[in-house]
């Protein structure tokens, strides 16, 4: 297995723009989770899914923020619209029995 | 609301050194997560443990329920160990099962 795939890599957008960052999870993992990682507060679970369904989204910063799961192969983080302060490193990673797996991380910067 | 403490913030050893972090958490949980992060940025899960002991080469981890606390021991320190390393303690106090919550992160620099 490839691991957990993120894209894009790095992302450098305007503020005010639409941002959406991807995720395809390890196949047969049933949680997924989008954290957020910044020099300030550190490691931050934003939402996580089991078996598709959004299941605790209480670390999501507010209504521009959300994310989806339209299936077990794939999500989505959407910020719309960005500002500066979103600038971060967001990592995906998904878990089946036992430890979590992170993507290599989607570095944003927000202009 | 659990909290999870870890100590040191920052460590320096020599080469060939014993290391432990420790990591303190506040409420019971379902699991504990070690997780090392290298100045690149990704971030490897070491260990997930809910009791006793796990040993994966020179890298142990322990956990006491009834205490609430974790460690993670490195024998025979290198300096490719050097790495940001983070506890995260998984559901409990409330939160839902798959919630991880992160200590602040114990900074390793191993030197030669």
């Known amino acids: 297995d490839a691991g957990v795939i993120q894209s894009p890599r790095h992302e450098v957008t305007e503020m005010g723009q639409e941002v959406t960052l991807r995720c395809k999870p390890i196949s047969g993992h049933d949680y997924l989770f989008w954290y957020r990682q910044t020099m300030m507060r550190g490691l931050e679970l934003l939402i996580y899914f089991n078996n598709n369904v959004p299941i605790d989204d209480s670390g999501m910063p507010e209504d521009r923020f959300s994310a989806k799961m339209p299936n077990a192969s794939f999500s989505t983080l959407k910020i719309q619209p960005s500002e500066p302060r979103d600038s971060a490193v967001y990592f995906c990673?998904?878990?089946?029995?036992?430890?979590?797996?992170f993507g290599p991380g989607t570095r944003l910067t927000v202009l | 609301k659990n909290e999870v403490e870890q100590s040191p913030q920052n460590l320096t050893a020599q080469e060939g050194e014993f290391i432990t972090i420790n990591c303190s958490y506040s409420?019971?949980?379902?699991?504990l997560h070690w997780l090392q992060q290298h100045p690149g940025g990704g971030i490897v899960s070491l260990f997930m443990?809910?009791?006793g002991k796990k040993k994966h080469g020179r890298l142990i981890a322990t956990i006491n329920i009834q205490e609430k606390h974790s460690s993670l021991h490195i024998t025979a320190s290198h300096p490719r160990d050097s790495a940001v390393y983070i506890c995260a303690s998984q559901g409990g106090g409330g939160t839902s099962y798959g919630k991880l919550t992160f200590g602040q992160g114990t900074i390793l620099t191993v030197h030669p």
């Open positions: 443990l809910s009791s």
């Open positions: 409420v019971g949980i379902s699991a």
């Open positions: 990673a998904s878990q089946g029995y036992n430890e979590q797996f």
